[in-house]
């Protein structure tokens, strides 16, 4: 998966979960103060991306995550690890 398939997977995931608006949905957007994402909406977002990639995404990992390019690094840099 490159990061612009992800990107659109983590978009479409923002969209049917939130409803958030895809105008609003950019890499620069910050999921807490743009999306008005909340904690337990992060932990819902986590918990779809790891079903979606098979993988565990560890708490400290998505802590640092601020943007939906920071969640984008985050899945492509677990989905390299193998």
């Known amino acids: 998966m490159d990061k612009n398939t992800i990107y659109q997977d983590v978009s479409q995931l923002l969209i049917a ?3 958030t608006k895809p ?3 950019t890499p620069q957007a910050r999921l807490y103060e743009d ?3 909340d904690s337990i909406d992060a932990v819902d ?3 779809h991306l790891q079903k ?3 993988k565990k995404i560890s708490p400290e990992t998505f802590k640092s995550v601020r943007t939906v390019q920071d969640v984008v690094d985050a899945v492509t840099v677990l989905l ?3």
Request: no cysteine; charged share 15%; net charge negative.
């Open 23 to 25: 105008a609003l949905i």
């Open 35 to 37: 999306l008005d994402l």
């Open 52 to 54: 979606k990639t098979g």
């Open 80 to 82: 390299a690890s193998g």
């Open 17 to 19: 979960l939130f409803d």
């Open 45 to 47: 977002m986590v918990v």
